[in-house]
């Protein structure tokens, strides 16, 4: 391999649960408007909508137990616990059957928003990208290999906030399934082994603060806990 100018970034990893390998994270895809409850309190009505995709960088991505500082230029960050899929295999305009096959696993995440900020995107039609895609915006859970492939899902997603209960739902109330997600996305993405997807958020979403520790559950996974730090400043 020719030399880099630079020296090239760190492979962004996760821990798996029972293996002493990690997995090495390629990009993180996001679906939005998954759940009708939550559609609501977004002041939406129309559930019949496909979601929306949206992305993080992968360096986005926060482990379990290390902290993130509250973001700039926000004074409105909310927390939405996510059902996050990890690729084992490649996928390009899947059928559901190659779609099921190619999720490696399971885990939990938090989907961090900049909501004053989407609001204003929503507002003038623009991207989400301040909103979605800062840094430390994707804090996830160890990821749990599946032993087999994924059939009917359910169980309860909850976060909660210094132990006080914020969100409470059950992954049976998502309007498009894990699998459903994937063969819509790839149609649109030659999705690659090592992506990673968000499959949005249950009611309850709010504010987070300085100091709060979070913690996110799904039935089933491993559960995802960090605090939100102070904001630090610029080094460079
Ligand atoms: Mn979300």
Excluded at 133 to 143: K, L, R, T
């Amino acid at each position: 391999m020719k030399k880099t100018v630079f020296s090239p970034p760190p492979i962004i990893s996760i821990p798996i649960k029972g293996c002493d390998e990690r997995f090495a994270v390629r990009r993180i895809f996001c679906a939005g408007r998954n759940y009708a409850d939550h559609i609501r309190e977004m002041g939406g009505t129309d559930s019949e909508k496909p979601p929306v995709f949206f992305t993080k960088p992968a360096d986005a991505l926060v482990s379990d137990r290390h902290d993130v500082p509250y973001p700039r230029a926000s004074k409105d960050v909310h927390h939405e616990v996510e059902l996050v899929m990890a690729l084992g295999k490649p996928l390009c305009c899947a059928s559901e059957n190659q779609a099921r096959d190619a999720i490696y696993g399971l885990a939990v995440g938090v989907d961090l928003t900049r909501r004053d900020l989407q609001a204003q995107a929503k507002k003038h039609a623009g991207p989400w990208t301040s909103a979605k895609a800062f840094d430390h915006s994707a804090p996830i859970g160890a990821i749990s290999p599946l032993d087999k492939p994924l059939g009917e899902l359910g169980g309860a997603i909850r976060l909660f906030i210094n132990d006080d209960l914020r969100q409470d739902g059950d992954l049976a109330q998502m309007l498009w399934s894990p699998v459903r997600l994937l063969v819509s996305l790839s149609e649109l993405f030659d999705l690659k082994t090592g992506d990673l997807i968000f499959t949005g958020t249950p009611a309850g979403v709010g504010p987070v603060s300085i100091g709060d520790n979070i913690r996110a559950e799904i039935e089933g996974l491993l559960p995802l806990n960090f605090r939100i730090q102070a904001r630090t400043e610029c080094t460079t």
